[in-house]
Protein backbone atom coordinates (compact mmCIF):
# COMPACT_ATOMS: atom_id res chain seq x y z
CA UNK A 1 0.00 0.00 0.00
CA UNK A 2 1.28 3.66 -0.49
CA UNK A 3 1.72 6.10 1.88
CA UNK A 4 -0.84 8.34 1.45
CA UNK A 5 -2.77 5.71 4.56
CA UNK A 6 -0.34 7.08 7.33
CA UNK A 7 -1.74 9.72 9.70
CA UNK A 8 -0.51 12.78 9.36
CA UNK A 9 1.64 14.14 12.65
CA UNK A 10 -0.03 16.67 14.80
CA UNK A 11 1.40 20.21 14.71
CA UNK A 12 2.71 21.47 18.00
CA UNK A 13 0.63 24.21 19.63
CA UNK A 14 2.20 27.92 18.24
CA UNK A 15 3.80 29.86 21.59
CA UNK A 16 2.26 32.72 22.71
CA UNK A 17 2.44 35.14 20.23
CA UNK A 18 2.24 37.70 22.35
CA UNK A 19 4.07 38.30 26.09
CA UNK A 20 2.52 41.06 28.20
CA UNK A 21 5.26 42.80 30.18
CA UNK A 22 4.43 44.72 33.28
CA UNK A 23 4.70 48.17 33.56
CA UNK A 24 4.65 50.65 36.11
CA UNK A 25 1.99 52.82 36.24
CA UNK A 26 1.37 55.78 34.31
CA UNK A 27 0.77 59.05 36.82
CA UNK A 28 -2.30 60.28 36.38
CA UNK A 29 -2.49 63.41 33.83
CA UNK A 30 -4.96 65.28 36.04
CA UNK A 31 -2.66 64.90 39.66
CA UNK A 32 -0.40 67.99 40.14
CA UNK A 33 2.94 67.69 40.45
CA UNK A 34 4.52 68.67 44.20
CA UNK A 35 6.88 71.29 44.18
CA UNK A 36 10.30 70.23 45.97
CA UNK A 37 10.75 72.40 48.89
CA UNK A 38 13.70 70.57 50.52
CA UNK A 39 16.29 72.52 48.88
CA UNK A 40 13.92 76.14 49.83
CA UNK A 41 14.17 74.51 53.47
CA UNK A 42 17.66 74.53 53.12
CA UNK A 43 18.25 77.95 51.73
CA UNK A 44 16.52 79.39 54.57
CA UNK A 45 17.96 77.43 57.52
CA UNK A 46 21.25 79.10 57.16
CA UNK A 47 20.52 83.10 56.88
CA UNK A 48 17.88 82.18 59.45
CA UNK A 49 20.06 80.89 61.92
CA UNK A 50 22.26 83.72 60.86
CA UNK A 51 19.91 86.31 62.03
CA UNK A 52 19.18 84.93 65.30
CA UNK A 53 22.66 85.02 66.00
CA UNK A 54 23.24 88.44 65.16
CA UNK A 55 21.51 90.07 67.95
CA UNK A 56 23.50 87.49 70.37
CA UNK A 57 26.49 89.01 69.05
CA UNK A 58 25.70 92.34 69.12
CA UNK A 59 24.59 91.97 72.70
CA UNK A 60 27.81 90.51 73.63
CA UNK A 61 30.09 93.69 71.79
CA UNK A 62 27.80 97.00 73.02
CA UNK A 63 26.65 95.96 76.26
CA UNK A 64 28.30 92.89 77.88
CA UNK A 65 31.08 95.25 79.26
CA UNK A 66 28.55 97.42 81.13
CA UNK A 67 26.42 94.32 82.19
CA UNK A 68 29.16 92.56 84.18
CA UNK A 69 31.45 95.47 84.78
CA UNK A 70 28.42 97.98 86.34
CA UNK A 71 25.49 96.25 86.32
CA UNK A 72 26.27 93.25 87.63
CA UNK A 73 28.31 94.17 91.04
CA UNK A 74 25.87 96.32 91.78
CA UNK A 75 22.75 94.10 92.25
CA UNK A 76 21.96 92.98 95.67
CA UNK A 77 24.37 90.32 96.61
CA UNK A 78 26.62 91.01 93.51
CA UNK A 79 27.58 88.90 90.50
CA UNK A 80 26.96 85.66 91.82
CA UNK A 81 23.44 86.33 92.84
CA UNK A 82 23.05 88.29 89.58
CA UNK A 83 24.14 85.27 87.73
CA UNK A 84 21.53 82.81 90.09
CA UNK A 85 18.65 85.21 89.00
CA UNK A 86 19.67 85.26 85.49
CA UNK A 87 20.08 81.30 85.31
CA UNK A 88 16.72 80.76 87.47
CA UNK A 89 14.75 82.31 85.07
CA UNK A 90 15.61 79.61 82.41
CA UNK A 91 13.23 76.92 83.16
CA UNK A 92 10.37 79.67 83.74
CA UNK A 93 10.86 81.27 80.16
CA UNK A 94 11.24 77.98 78.50
CA UNK A 95 7.90 76.88 80.34
CA UNK A 96 6.07 80.61 79.23
CA UNK A 97 7.61 79.65 76.02
CA UNK A 98 6.15 75.95 75.10
CA UNK A 99 3.66 75.68 77.09
CA UNK A 100 0.90 77.79 74.86
CA UNK A 101 2.55 75.83 72.05
CA UNK A 102 0.98 72.42 73.21
CA UNK A 103 -2.47 73.67 73.27
CA UNK A 104 -2.13 74.23 69.64
CA UNK A 105 -4.89 72.31 66.97
CA UNK A 106 -4.65 73.13 63.48
CA UNK A 107 -7.22 70.75 62.55
CA UNK A 108 -9.88 71.86 65.50
CA UNK A 109 -9.02 75.53 64.90
CA UNK A 110 -6.79 77.31 63.25
CA UNK A 111 -7.03 80.77 64.53
CA UNK A 112 -7.55 79.31 68.24
CA UNK A 113 -4.16 78.04 66.97
CA UNK A 114 -2.50 80.91 65.88
CA UNK A 115 -3.59 83.04 68.91
CA UNK A 116 -1.59 80.51 70.96
CA UNK A 117 1.37 80.51 68.75
CA UNK A 118 1.11 84.86 69.48
CA UNK A 119 1.03 83.95 73.25
CA UNK A 120 4.41 82.17 73.04
CA UNK A 121 6.42 84.95 71.48
CA UNK A 122 7.04 86.90 74.94
CA UNK A 123 8.53 83.62 76.71
CA UNK A 124 10.58 83.23 73.46
CA UNK A 125 11.50 87.12 73.20
CA UNK A 126 12.70 86.90 77.43
CA UNK A 127 14.64 83.54 76.86
CA UNK A 128 16.44 85.22 73.84
CA UNK A 129 17.64 88.07 76.10
CA UNK A 130 18.48 85.37 78.92
CA UNK A 131 20.38 83.64 76.22
CA UNK A 132 22.18 87.03 75.19
CA UNK A 133 22.57 87.56 79.23
CA UNK A 134 24.35 84.09 79.68
CA UNK A 135 26.08 84.40 76.55
CA UNK A 136 28.04 87.39 77.76
CA UNK A 137 30.02 85.29 80.29
CA UNK A 138 31.16 82.46 77.55
CA UNK A 139 34.87 82.98 77.25
CA UNK A 140 36.82 82.21 74.03
CA UNK A 141 38.36 78.68 73.80
CA UNK A 142 41.94 79.61 72.23
CA UNK A 143 43.48 81.41 75.01
CA UNK A 144 45.18 83.90 71.64
CA UNK A 145 42.05 85.51 71.49
CA UNK A 146 41.69 86.50 74.90
CA UNK A 147 42.79 89.70 74.05
CA UNK A 148 42.54 93.32 75.83
CA UNK A 149 39.14 93.93 75.20
CA UNK A 150 38.07 90.23 77.03
CA UNK A 151 40.34 91.01 80.21
CA UNK A 152 39.22 94.85 80.22
CA UNK A 153 36.73 95.80 83.16
CA UNK A 154 33.59 94.09 82.73
CA UNK A 155 34.50 92.05 79.76
CA UNK A 156 34.52 87.62 79.41
CA UNK A 157 37.61 86.52 80.73
CA UNK A 158 37.28 89.89 83.53
CA UNK A 159 34.17 88.01 84.94
CA UNK A 160 35.66 84.51 84.95
CA UNK A 161 38.70 86.27 86.83
CA UNK A 162 36.98 87.73 89.69
CA UNK A 163 33.89 85.63 89.93
CA UNK A 164 35.38 81.94 88.93
CA UNK A 165 32.26 79.98 90.32
CA UNK A 166 29.92 82.06 88.88
CA UNK A 167 29.14 78.80 85.97
CA UNK A 168 28.52 76.81 89.05
CA UNK A 169 25.81 79.70 90.84
CA UNK A 170 24.27 79.47 86.97
CA UNK A 171 24.02 75.90 87.01
CA UNK A 172 22.59 74.67 90.73
CA UNK A 173 19.99 78.13 90.42
CA UNK A 174 19.10 76.90 87.26
CA UNK A 175 18.71 72.76 88.47
CA UNK A 176 16.97 74.40 91.53
CA UNK A 177 14.24 76.46 89.71
CA UNK A 178 13.50 73.30 87.41
CA UNK A 179 12.90 71.01 90.49
CA UNK A 180 10.69 73.42 92.01
CA UNK A 181 8.39 73.45 88.82
CA UNK A 182 8.28 69.91 88.67
CA UNK A 183 7.28 69.51 92.30
CA UNK A 184 4.57 72.29 91.60
CA UNK A 185 3.17 70.26 89.09
CA UNK A 186 3.04 67.25 90.91
CA UNK A 187 1.14 68.91 94.14
CA UNK A 188 -0.83 70.36 91.71
CA UNK A 189 -2.05 67.44 89.98
CA UNK A 190 -2.87 65.90 92.90
CA UNK A 191 -4.86 67.82 94.11
CA UNK A 192 -7.24 68.02 90.77
CA UNK A 193 -10.78 66.62 91.51
CA UNK A 194 -11.17 62.67 90.85
CA UNK A 195 -13.34 62.22 88.35
CA UNK A 196 -17.23 61.83 89.07
CA UNK A 197 -18.45 57.80 89.75
CA UNK A 198 -21.31 56.81 87.24
CA UNK A 199 -24.56 57.24 88.16
CA UNK A 200 -26.22 54.84 86.88
CA UNK A 201 -25.95 51.58 89.31
CA UNK A 202 -25.32 47.77 88.00
CA UNK A 203 -27.71 45.57 86.31
CA UNK A 204 -29.78 43.37 88.63
CA UNK A 205 -28.41 40.12 89.11
CA UNK A 206 -30.60 37.35 87.27
CA UNK A 207 -32.44 34.69 88.98
CA UNK A 208 -33.65 31.76 88.70
CA UNK A 209 -36.89 32.33 88.25
CA UNK A 210 -36.29 35.23 85.78
CA UNK A 211 -32.65 34.72 83.93
CA UNK A 212 -33.98 37.94 82.48
CA UNK A 213 -33.34 39.62 85.61
CA UNK A 214 -36.63 40.98 85.72
CA UNK A 215 -38.13 39.39 88.51
CA UNK A 216 -40.93 37.92 86.65
CA UNK A 217 -42.68 40.66 84.72
CA UNK A 218 -42.65 40.87 81.36
CA UNK A 219 -40.86 43.75 79.30
CA UNK A 220 -42.82 46.62 78.44
CA UNK A 221 -44.19 46.30 74.80
Not at 28 to 38: I, L, P, Q, S
Not at 54 to 70: C, E, M, N, Q, S
Not at 88 to 105: E, G, K
Amino acid sequence: MSGGSARPKRRKAAGAALRYEHRPERPNAGRTKKGDWGCARGCLLLPGFVVLLIPLVAFDRYWGHDLWGDFAPAWPGGAYAFAGTVNALVPLVFLAWVAPLTRMNWKKSKPRSLAWAAASLPGLAVGYLVAGVIGTTVRPKRRRDWDYDCYSQGGACWVHVHYPWLWVVGLISTLAAAALLIALFVKLSRKAPPTEPSTSGPAAAPTPRSPSGTGGRRPPA
